[in-house]
């Protein structure tokens, strides 16, 4: 009897051994897997996705130092794409003020605008390159001129009539550079509409060539009065009476005269030209006709 018992309780603390074993066991094993399983979660954890997802919600107000690059990126992306402003640009023609939209300032140097018999004459600004540079700024558009309603005084290209563009550039045999286009004056003689342009390459601080303009709003014609030039001491100055355009041109002579002055009187209705003399008494920009002083300072 007492064999039995002793051989019971011998089998009752052998089972309890193998547990105890079986579970020191397996609890080693599920240590091991973790380990393992560590670096594949670090790796998951570092995927573009997750990155991104951590670094927003770790600092929404943009304060943590990791994640500042990646918002100024976004900031540069958001301030090129950004639209600019539109603006106005105010213009007093016979009491009355009018406007024209522009988005840079460098953009109102090309906005011009006179009163005609038959509306406003304008022209907005094209679209230009090199902005920033005062030599090198060009149109990449040609400026184009348009005919708005007096009553119109928000001046826009989808309310007006277009007359004519400029070209782009033109040649000249003695320059081997495209010359740029560009307006210098815009004035009015009834339904007449009188202009200057200059002509220049990029690179040059100044126009050698600049052409006097009348342009007829009823027969949409357009005539080429003269070429003058303002360069290596050459002026030129013009005004308008009536319907005749005084001009003047100075330009370097040889010694002992180093300075010619000539001056023109153009009538738009004859479409003629003639020299006329000038008052010495008067400065070199004023004339006297039909007993009008003229200043010939217009540009």
């Keep these: 009897m007492k064999k039995l018992i002793y051989l019971l309780l011998y ?12 579970s020191s066991v397996s609890a080693k094993h599920s240590k091991g897997n973790i380990n393992q399983s560590a670096p594949n979660d670090s790796y998951k954890n570092a995927s573009p996705s997750n990155t991104s997802t951590n670094q927003a919600s770790a600092n929404p107000n943009g304060s943590d130092a990791d994640s500042a690059p990646a918002s100024n990126q976004q900031d540069g992306k958001a301030a090129l794409t950004k639209p600019q402003t539109e603006q106005k640009y105010m213009i007093r023609l016979d009491a009355k003020s009018y406007s024209v939209s522009y988005t840079d ?18 022209t907005p600004a094209p679209e230009l390159a090199d902005k920033n540079s005062i030599v090198n700024i060009h149109p990449i558009t040609p400026i184009t001129f348009y005919l708005s309603p007096k009553s119109e005084k928000d001046l826009t ?20 550079e495209p010359l740029y286009s ?3 004056g815009v004035h009015a003689s009834g339904a007449w509409l009188v202009y200057t342009t200059a002509y220049k390459p990029t690179e040059v601080p100044q126009s050698p060539w ?3 303009h009348v342009y007829n ?11 003058l030039h303002y360069a290596g001491g ?3 100055g013009y005004n308008i009476y009536k319907t005749k355009i005084f001009y003047w041109q100075e330009s370097p002579g040889p010694d002992p005269n180093p300075l010619i002055d000539k001056y023109y009187v153009y009538d738009i209705l004859t479409n003629k030209t003639k020299e006329i003399r000038h008052n010495s008494n008067d400065n070199t920009d ?9 200043s010939l300072d217009m540009m």
Excluded at 105 to 122: C, H, L, P, Q, S
Excluded at 157 to 176: G, R
Excluded at 217 to 227: E, I
Aim: charged share 25%; proline share 3%; glycine share 6%.
């Design 11 to 22: 089998g009752i603390v052998t089972a309890v051994v193998l547990v105890g074993c079986s």
């Design 105 to 122: 300032e460098a953009e109102k140097k090309f906005i011009f605008a006179t009163m005609t018999d038959r509306g406003v004459v304008w």
């Design 157 to 176: 290209v989808q309310k007006s009539v277009k007359l004519f563009s400029l070209p782009l550039t033109v040649t000249k045999k003695s320059i081997p």
């Design 182 to 184: 560009f307006v210098e």
């Design 210 to 212: 600049f052409e006097l």
């Design 217 to 227: 709003l009823q027969t949409k014609k357009d005539r080429r009065v003269a070429t």
């Design 234 to 236: 050459y002026h030129y």
């Design 286 to 294: 004023v004339i006297r006709y039909d007993g009008n002083k003229i």
